[in-house]
């Protein structure tokens, strides 16, 4: 069964203090990982996909990359705006494009 | 343009009534998928539909849950006898077009709370 696990649960930051966010994965062939923006009270909004070991992918403060175990989310000198909780999915292969496997998130908090 | 649009946002219900969340997707997508939000837990899929099809409902329970999306109107997901075991979030999704790299519109859920 496919897995995925993101870490930290939590993390508080300091406005401009960066950090990266973690999200192991175990799939059998990965087809694509996604990172989604959750607020609260809303759905998940996209982020990034990410297809092969190597691949990177930037929108102003994150940048996601890949290798073939695990998915980091950097965060380059957040802003409060950013808080929100960060969820990695990932897709696995057989043709499901729509039935995306959830980690629990990590909720981020950034403080003035 | 109207991103997916789901209601009602919250839902109470006593055990043993029946929950009716709708869903109405973007305009111009014709793929709709619902997933459910257990407290304490990720994402899970539950079903995906076109137009008076059900393509895959893999992640539906398999009593008491069923969902439509009609010719005509938003698509339904109905909880028959609920119990407090189906308080969660449910979000819909909706895409244009079946991709691998399609990526998935959601919308804002419904909280569904069984007292």
């Known amino acids: 069964e496919d897995q995925v696990t993101q870490s930290p649960e939590a993390l508080r930051l300091q406005e401009g203090e960066s950090s990266s966010l973690n999200c192991s994965y175990t799939?059998?062939?990965?087809?694509?990982l996604f990172w989604y923006r959750q607020d609260p009270g809303k759905g998940p909004e996209f982020l990034f996909t990410l297809y092969s070991a190597g691949e990177e992918k930037e929108k102003e403060r994150l940048k996601a990359t890949l290798t073939k175990k695990e998915s980091f989310l950097h965060i380059t000198a957040p802003k409060p705006e950013d808080s929100a909780t960060y969820l990695c999915?990932?897709?696995?292969?057989?043709?499901?494009?729509?039935?995306?496997?959830f980690g629990k998130g990590t909720l981020l908090t950034v403080n003035p | 343009n109207a991103g997916v649009m789901q209601n009602p946002r919250h839902l109470v219900r006593r055990r043993g009534q029946e929950a009716r969340l709708r869903c109405s997707p973007m305009k111009g997508h014709s793929h709709v998928y619902w997933y459910r939000q257990l407290p304490e837990e990720g994402l899970k899929f539950m079903v995906y539909?076109?137009?008076?099809?059900?393509?895959?409902e893999s992640g539906m329970p398999k009593e008491r849950f069923s969902a439509e999306f009609p010719k005509e109107g938003p698509s339904i997901l109905r909880i028959q006898q609920v119990v407090r075991g189906d308080s969660a979030a449910y979000f819909c999704a909706s895409s244009p077009r079946f991709e691998a790299s399609e990526k998935l519109f959601f919308g804002s859920g419904t909280q569904l709370s069984v007292l």
């Open positions: 539909l076109q137009k008076e099809n059900i393509i895959d």
């Open positions: 999915a990932v897709q696995a292969p057989g043709g499901s494009n729509y039935k995306l496997t």
């Open positions: 799939v059998s062939g990965l087809r694509g």
